[in-house]
């Protein structure tokens, strides 16, 4: 027959359950400790994260916004120039380009007749001038054949210019050492096809 004797002491295995215990707590506040600090560290992660969106937005406004004023600023100045536009438009809307009335006169000048003299006289708008005109004409030539055909060819040659109108001939006389040389004068009113339109519809894009 055999005896077992228990040769620890009570105390001593209370002892042991009591560091076995410690232990455990030991390794479950570890391990709170652990799931705390990777809690914390996800929230840094995601505050980081929050602050660079919000720089990235801030910096995103600040861009807007330096945008907006170059926009404001470019609208003011295209406001600037189209009331440029309107006022060049207002004060060139009764142009006329005596070039292009002498153009005309070229054209149609017969090759025997010689003008002596051209006079455009522009009168201003309510000025008592007629309705649909701009101004006067008067010219004063000579023609080498006569009053036939030579004073006829050049009132016919006149008469087909557009910006002319209302064209009579004022006087007729033939030289008196050369019958065949004819002194006339020629006068009437200028319409307002002549003027120009130049820039109506703004500053050419060229020009801006």
């Known amino acids: 027959m055999s005896v077992r004797v228990n040769l620890l002491p009570e105390a001593t295995k209370q002892r042991g359950r009591a560091n076995q215990q410690r232990l455990v707590a030991a390794a479950a506040g570890l391990l709170l400790l652990l799931a705390l600090?990777?809690?914390?560290?996800?929230?840094?992660?995601?505050?980081?994260?929050?602050?660079?969106?919000?720089?990235?937005?801030?910096?995103?406004?600040?861009?807007?916004?330096?945008e907006e004023a170059e926009l404001v600023a470019f609208a003011a100045l295209s406001g600037r120039?189209?009331?440029?536009?309107?006022?060049?438009?207002?004060?060139?809307?009764?142009?006329?380009?005596?070039?292009?009335?002498?153009?005309?006169?070229?054209?149609?000048?017969?090759?025997?007749?010689?003008?002596?003299?051209?006079?455009?006289?522009?009168?201003?708008?309510?000025?008592?001038?007629p309705a649909g005109t701009v101004g006067t004409l008067s010219i004063s030539a000579k023609t080498l054949t006569a009053h036939a055909?030579?004073?006829?060819?050049?009132?016919?040659?006149?008469?087909?210019?557009?910006?002319?109108?209302d064209l009579y001939l004022n006087a007729s006389s033939l030289?008196?050492?050369?019958?065949?040389?004819?002194?006339?004068?020629?006068?009437?009113?200028?319409?307002?096809?002549?003027?120009?339109g130049r820039y109506l519809d703004g500053l050419p894009e060229e020009l801006r």
């Open 81 to 129: 120039r189209d009331a440029a536009d309107a006022i060049l438009a207002t004060a060139m809307a009764e142009e006329v380009s005596l070039a292009a009335i002498l153009q005309d006169l070229a054209a149609v000048i017969p090759t025997d007749t010689q003008f002596d003299t051209v006079g455009v006289q522009m009168t201003p708008p309510g000025d008592g001038t």
């Open 149 to 165: 055909p030579g004073v006829e060819r050049t009132l016919i040659g006149l008469d087909k210019i557009s910006t002319f109108r």
């Open 37 to 66: 600090g990777g809690v914390w560290l996800m929230g840094q992660m995601r505050i980081s994260n929050a602050e660079d969106e919000l720089a990235s937005e801030q910096g995103r406004t600040a861009e807007l916004r330096a």
């Open 175 to 196: 030289d008196a050492d050369d019958d065949r040389v004819a002194s006339f004068s020629v006068d009437g009113s200028v319409s307002d096809s002549a003027r120009t």
